[in-house]
């Protein structure tokens, strides 16, 4: 079965950095959208970055680009994002998910939650003013 775990969270100040990894097991992504989003308290789940990996062609939600990068390592089966500058409102619970049908890369810009269909446990990423 496909599995996804998140790790990497933890609590850090504005203005610090954090990455966050998802292990991929039960199958190999080759040619598929997977993102990171973020759910934070009374809140709805929000999408933050997605990628396609076999190009790795990358999206982001505007309150985050030039300070997330979504990546991925094919060889490891992994997708990281790379959090900088982090604000106060990026705490939240983040999750990685992954749609395992090939529509293309385009189809990974509209980071919607319905469009992904496993996911992770979620980390949690708290940040302190």
């Known amino acids: 079965q496909v599995q996804l775990v998140e790790s990497g969270g933890g609590s850090v100040q504005a203005g610090g950095s954090l990455r966050l990894s998802c292990a991929v097991s039960?199958?190999?992504?080759?040619?598929?959208?997977m993102a990171w989003f973020r759910q934070a308290p009374g809140k709805e789940r929000e999408g933050v970055a997605a990628?396609?990996?076999?190009?790795?062609?990358?999206y982001y939600v505007d309150s985050v680009k030039g300070r997330f990068i979504i990546s991925r390592d094919n060889a490891k089966n992994t997708l990281t994002l790379e959090m900088n500058s982090l604000k106060p409102e990026d705490t939240a619970m983040y999750y990685c998910?992954?749609?395992?049908?090939?529509?293309?890369?385009?189809?990974?810009?509209?980071?919607?939650?319905?469009?992904?269909?496993?996911w992770g446990q979620g980390t949690q990423v708290t940040v302190s003013s």
């Open positions: 998910a992954a749609n395992p049908r090939n529509f293309g890369p385009s189809y990974c810009s509209v980071i919607d939650s319905g469009r992904y269909g496993y």
């Open positions: 039960g199958y190999s992504y080759s040619s598929v959208c």
């Open positions: 990628i396609y990996t076999s190009s790795g062609s990358t």
